[in-house]
């Protein structure tokens, strides 16, 4: 069985920066690297958003309201992904999920909550 489990979270000042972690178990490295990762946000009141994903041949996306700030990666043999977050702002604020992309219902976690706030 595939599990996601999302570490990193916590409380951070603007302009901050942040490490988050995806251990992806259940899953061989092979498998792990043949599939698109991505992480995603869900903020108070609002709907979960896509923020950054990671292709299967290691090419990344981010989303508009991030780009240049946040930065995906993943460990093949680790099968974990990162999302290294720098230059936070308060509307960062949100749970943290990581997940295939396309996502799958049957893989979404617990999430990380990240708060940032002065």
């Known amino acids: 069985q595939v599990q996601l489990v999302e570490s990193g979270g916590g409380l951070v000042q603007p302009g901050g920066s942040l490490r988050l972690s995806c251990v992806v178990s259940g899953i061989s490295p092979i498998i792990f690297s043949i599939n698109a990762w991505g992480w995603y946000r869900q903020a108070p009141g609002k709907q979960r958003e896509l923020v950054a994903v990671?292709?299967?041949?290691?090419?990344?996306q981010s989303g508009d309201s991030v780009k240049g700030r946040f930065t995906i990666s993943r460990d093949i043999a680790k099968t974990t992904v990162y999302l290294q977050m720098n230059s936070l702002k308060p509307e960062d604020t949100a749970v943290y999920y990581c997940n295939r992309n396309p996502e799958r219902d049957d893989y979404w976690g617990q999430g990380t909550q990240v708060t940032v706030s002065s």
């Open positions: 990671l292709t299967s041949g290691g090419t990344t």
